[in-house]
Each structure stands twice: as C-alpha cells, then as structure tokens.
C-alpha cells in the first residue's frame, strides 16, 4: 500500500512541494554545512535555490540628539560590512552555480529575523535552511537566536543545521 502511494502520486506531490529553497548564510562556521545541505535539498527536488544574507542596519543615534555626520566611523564600517557580505555571497553562488538548476544571492539589509521572515514571504518560499550556533540558553535570551524564531515562527518547513562540533 505504501509503496503505491509513493509510485502513484507522492513522489508528484514531493516534487512539486518544494520549488524554492532559502538558505539563510550568517557566515560562521555553520555556514558550509548549511551551504551543502541546501544544495543537496534543491538538486533533489530540482528547485530553485536564493542564498540569503542579512546585514544588521546602521545604528541610528538621532533620539540621542546626534546625526550620522558625527559618525562617520560608523557609515564607513556599515559599507565595507555589505561590501564583502556581497562579495562572500557571489563567491559562494559562483561555488554552487553548476549544482542547482537555478541560484541567486540575495544582500538585504534589516534585523536578520524579521527580514528572513519577510523575505521567505515575498519570494513565496517552500523550505528554509539556516545554522544554528548553539550559544546556549542564556545568550539565546539576551542576543535572541534567528534559528529559534525560524522555528517559534515556523511558516514554513525549517531546517535548521548544527554548527559544527555542537551535540
């Protein structure tokens, strides 16, 4: 009976169930992990891939009385962060571009959290894949975790991968 239902129509079902994969890239050290799992999940399901980096904003320190010309240490520091985000981003689709029938590389810029959300909406994603650091629960409440408000949120079918050496 159930290998039926695989021949007779789930494996349809399964191959049309996931067109587009997010793979969300902090670049730590789960980075290459999550890079690789998401190849293989979108050459399986022959989707197309976006790999996703989301750069924190700029601070902003108007209710403080000051404006961005008083730090221009500041702006300076913000450019060169989307600089080589950008360019760590193209040299990992450039690294994946003959193992996925279709990737791109996707620079945003917001609170990594509510941006990812937001971005899987827009691009109508089926699957997202993201690390997880394993800081522990007190830094989780202090720092917040992406992965566990992927998870909380959970719009969408979520993996979320080990950084390495972590249980």
């Known amino acids: ?26 670049f730590s050290n789960a980075t290459p992990l999550v890079l690789h799992a998401a190849v ?30 008083e730090f221009p240490a500041i702006h300076m520091f913000q450019e060169e962060a989307r600089k080589r985000a950008g360019a760590r981003l193209e040299e990992l689709r450039v690294q994946v571009v003959g193992q996925v029938p279709n990737v791109s590389a996707h620079l945003v810029e917001g609170s990594p959290l509510h941006t990812l959300v937001d971005h899987l909406k827009k691009q109508q994603a089926d699957l997202v894949i993201l690390g997880s650091h394993g800081h522990g629960a007190v830094a989780a409440l202090l720092l917040g975790s992406v992965a566990e408000g992927m998870v909380r949120k959970a719009l969408l ?11």
Not at 4 to 20: D, E
Not at 49 to 55: G, K
């Open 157 to 167: 079918p979520t993996l979320v991968i080990p950084a390495p050496g972590k249980p």
């Open 1 to 26: 009976m159930i290998r039926n239902l695989w021949t007779s129509g789930f494996r349809a079902y399964i191959a049309n169930a996931m067109k587009t994969i997010v793979a969300a890239l902090d």
């Open 40 to 69: 293989e999940y979108a050459r399986a399901f022959g989707a197309s891939l976006q790999l996703l980096h989301v750069v924190e904003p700029e601070p902003s320190y108007t209710a403080y009385g000051f404006t961005p010309d």
